[in-house]
Every structure is written in structure tokens, then in C-alpha cells.
């Protein structure tokens, strides 16, 4: 059993784009910048901003972290983007995502200039990614296939379960897993909350990604000895036990699938360090066509 090691996937993509900003900073040119936008105080998008401001850093972007309050109007942060849009020195532009109720999350990621757009988001880059053009790919989906390609995953033929059918992972997961390059060629099947018959379908599965944000939904009696299981899930579950006060779990029972899967992703430590990573190289894509 291969444990799919985050850590290490994405400190190896990390150094790659490391070197080649350092390459271009020798070059007398100007750093990549990533402009990440934050409504209110949630923990855990603390956290992940703060998580992308700290990879920035490392790998030699500058950032610009624009907070706004809880209570902020959806003009003020349409207005907020538009300024970024027209700003420049930004080449890559995020809102970090769940957004207050009364905001369209709809209207703001279509307010995001579609070369800007390191999300990869907005109707544009999604149906470039369904079309099979080049686009910003967003940064789960592009963070799990450069983890697949780090630890030499066989992919073709194959067939994959996508467990959740979201715009961020699910959708356009199940998309690059089918489509025609090195990680992908499966056949996919995508499973949602309406799904008859799950366990089965997921028993068929060569590769299962888990993306329904139930923590520890797949259990080793729904997992075909050998498969490739990527865990999506991130919830954060109370456990005054915990340094924190809460413990991250996954879509996925860990200990008991890894004594059946043929490897895995662990969480934390998996799946969320390569969405961090993804995003990085979307960034450095962004403003390569922008310098250009
Ligand atoms: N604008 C966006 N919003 C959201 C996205 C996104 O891609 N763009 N995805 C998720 C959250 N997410 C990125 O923003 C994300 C999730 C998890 C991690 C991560 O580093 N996880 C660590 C654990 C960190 C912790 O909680 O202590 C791990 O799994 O090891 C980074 C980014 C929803 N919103
Ligand atoms: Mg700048």
C-alpha cells in the first residue's frame, strides 16, 4: 500500500516553480503577484489564505491579501475585483470561497477577468477545460492530476468513481480524468446524492475520488482491493482531545481503506497541499501570458 504523500508532491512542484521564478527575477524581470480577496473571519479560510499567502512567499511571488468584513456589499466586492482587473501589477486574482449568503458567488467569479482567473472558475475557463483547450484548471482537480503524475499513477483505461458533483472538484475532475492526455484516458463515472446503488458502483472503481464533504463516507467494504483512493474531504470535526479543538477528517475512513486500497491520499497532508500547489502553477501560467 503507497501512501500519496501531499507533502512531498507539493514541494516538489513547489521547488520547480521556485526555480523558474528565480530564473526569471535573473532575467530582470518582475515577480508573478497573486491578489487573493477574504470576506470575513472563517477559520478554516483563514487558514487557507493564509496557507497560499505563505506559498507565495516561498516560492518568490509577491501577494496582496485584501480582507473585507463579514458584512461587505456584493458591490463593494464586485468593485473591489473590478479594481484588481484593471490593476496591472496583478496577474492572478482569487476570492476565497464559501462567501457570505447574501453575496452571488455566481456574479462574483464572472466579475473575475477570465485572464485572471487562476481559480479557473469563471464559464470561460470551463468550457476551455470541457473543450479540451488550454485554461486555468481549477486548483483540486490540477493539484490531484499533478499528484497522479508525481507518483506515476496509471491512469488509461481505467475506470474512476468521482464521488460529488461540484463546480469546484467533482465536474471538472471527472472531466480531465476522461479526457485525452498522459493522467487521464479513464472512464468515469460520477456519483451524487442521487446515485442508486453506490457501494457497487464504487466497488467497480480503479480509482475512487471522494469529493462529497461527508468525513468518512467511503469505507473499506465499498473499495475494490488495490484501488487508487484521493481523498477530497476537509471537514474540521470537534474533538476537545485535539491541540486545536477540532481534528480534520476525510471523505474517507483512512485506516481501514488503506488495509484494502493499493494506495492512498492521507488528510490532512494529501490532496489540500496539491490544491495550494495548483494554484501556484496557474499563477505562474497567468502572468507568463501577461509579461509575454
Ligand atoms: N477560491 C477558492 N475557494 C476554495 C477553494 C479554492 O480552490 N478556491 N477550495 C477549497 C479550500 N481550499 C482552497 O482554497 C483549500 C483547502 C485545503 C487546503 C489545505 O492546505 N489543507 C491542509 C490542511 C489545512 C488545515 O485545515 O489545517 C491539508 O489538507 O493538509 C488548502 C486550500 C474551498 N474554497
Ligand atoms: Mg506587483
Partial sequence: MQVLDGKI?????????RQEVSQLM?????????AAILVGSNGASETYVANKVKSCAEIGFESTLVRLEETVSEEALLNTIQNLNNDAGIDGILVQ????KHISEQKVIETIHPDKDVDGFHPNSVGKLVQGLETFVPATPYGIMLMLEHFNISTK???AVVIGRSNIVGRPMS??????????????TICHSHTANLKEICLQGDIIVAALGRPEFVKAD?????????DVGITRVNDATAKKGYRIKGDVA??????VAGAITPVPGGVGLMTIAG??????????????
Fill in 97 to 100: 470561497l464559501p462567501l457570505p
Fill in 222 to 230: 465499498m473499495v475494490k482491493p488495490g484501488a487508487v483512493i484521493i
Fill in 9 to 17: 508532491a507539493s514541494q516538489s512542484v513547489k521547488e520547480q516553480l
Fill in 175 to 188: 472531466v480531465l480524468l476522461s479526457s485525452n492526455h498522459a493522467y487521464g484516458n479513464c472512464t468515469v
Fill in 279 to 292: 494554484l501556484m502553477k496557474n499563477t505562474l501560467v497567468a502572468y507568463k501570458r501577461r509579461i509575454s
Fill in 254 to 259: 483512512y485506516n481501514e481503506v488503506a488495509t
Fill in 26 to 34: 535573473a532575467e530582470g524581470k518582475r515577480a508573478p503577484h497573486l
Fill in 157 to 159: 483505461g481505467k475506470h
